[in-house]
């Protein structure tokens, strides 16, 4: 984009006009709204919170709530920023986004834990930045507010693909802090009791994989994001860094472009997140902190343009 013009250093909002006419480099292609329909079966949570577990051996006070869900991802419009430095000035461009997610769960147990089909369980507002001019080893970055009282800035990079890309594997097992397993703390809520016996609760990617198994890819654009590269991190509120400390999270977007058989193409959107949440000591095993990791997925179909 070229060095930007010192008079005109600072931050604004574009119309959506002018946020089609700018260059956003890699992140063009998430302009627009995204969705997952209720009943598409391809957003889920895993989360292991404080409450009582209806299994045995007891969870000691903690219990897995795995909860289907869809969503709608907006990302609009453009936003530009100017930084004076005392060498050089930089220009970032990005994209304001908004998320809402609804539980799409019609069990017993939501129902009891109030997750109910319909209820709205997440909302976020943040922004996805491009950074194209300042060599710090990374070129995106992702900036959001979450109501629970956490904000994040997780540093990272893009890449892209032809055809071919991976899913790591998400962990969802439990671990102590200060290395290793976790016993006593309900873990068989993971393998001997599912919640839902055809969705993978121990590694939710493999669920990413499953949606687009008869899929063929033309051009993937991958962001891979976290909290632990230089600079990120993430800030709570004395509550949550007391009772549920965030202390560390990572995502990655695919952006999927999908070739279809009559010889057009369409682009689908997946992301994959997790949020290390530390919770306090216990009364056991011996009082130490432990890990429970929070994963969400889903698989996304764009449904507007900006």
Known sequence: MGKMDPTVLGARLLSAKESQEIDLGILQGFLGTWESKPGSGTGWNVIAVPGNSPFTPPADGFVLEVIPYYETWSF??????????????????????????????????????GFS?????????????????????????????????NSILLMGNSSESNG???????????????GGGVFGYGEEQYTMHPRFPDFPQANPNQQLA?????????????????SENATGGILNTPFITKNTDATKMSCIFWLEEVLNANGSSSWQ?????????VFPPSTAP?????????VDINTLQKVADV
């Open 76 to 113: 609009s419009p453009a936003v530009i920023a100017g930084n004076r430095g005392m060498e050089d000035d930089q220009t970032i461009v990005g994209l304001i986004y908004e998320q809402k997610v609804f539980s799409d769960c019609d069990t017993e147990f939501c129902n009891a834990r």
């Open 117 to 149: 089909k319909g209820t709205e369980i997440h909302a976020e507002t943040g922004m996805l930045l491009n950074i194209t001019n300042f060599d710090s080893g990374f070129n995106v970055a992702r900036l959001g507010n979450i109501p629970h009282g």
């Open 164 to 178: 071919k890309f991976d899913f790591p594997e998400a962990k969802t097992s439990p671990t102590l802090v200060d």
């Open 210 to 226: 499953n949606d687009v198994k008869d899929q063929k890819f033309g051009q993937v654009i991958t962001l891979n994001l976290s």
């Open 269 to 277: 959107l997946q992301y994959s997140q997790t949020i290390n949440l």
């Open 286 to 294: 011996n009082g130490r902190k432990f890990n429970w990791p929070h």
